[in-house]
């Protein structure tokens, strides 16, 4: 079982910056994919970034060249830098860790962290 917990959220003016941090109770090395999620009131929950364990990222085209998704495995902290915030970044922010080596082998598990609500509003 892989616990998240996220953090960092809040009410940000148009046009500034965030860090969202996610902690996990496993060592993130093993994870195969880390995400981050977004979902506004009526939307469905879409992704925003994630990282793989060798260290490749994938962005959603409306945050490209505004966020950055990074991951710090002796933390066991994945990280989501939001920059040029804008009101349509307003939503329920979710961590989400895809995959998991164990022991056993490959485990093809998703898990969810609890959401940070980030607000973008002047």
């Known amino acids: 079982q892989v616990q998240l917990v996220e953090s960092g959220g809040g009410l940000v003016q148009p046009g500034g910056s965030l860090r969202l941090s996610c902690a996990a109770s496993v060592n993130i090395f093993n994870i195969h994919t880390m995400g981050w999620y977004r979902q506004a009131p009526g939307n469905e929950r879409a992704l925003v970034a994630d990282i793989t364990r060798d260290g490749r990222a994938n962005y959603a085209d409306s945050v490209k060249d505004r966020f950055t998704i990074s991951r710090d495995n002796a933390k066991s902290t994945v990280y989501l830098q939001m920059n040029m915030l804008k009101p349509e970044d307003t939503a329920v922010y979710f961590c989400?860790?895809?995959?998991?080596?164990?022991?056993?082998?490959?485990?093809?598990?998703?898990?969810w962290g609890q959401g940070t609500q980030v607000t973008v509003s002047s």
């Open positions: 989400k860790a895809r995959g998991i080596y164990t022991t056993y082998g490959y485990a093809p598990n998703d898990y």
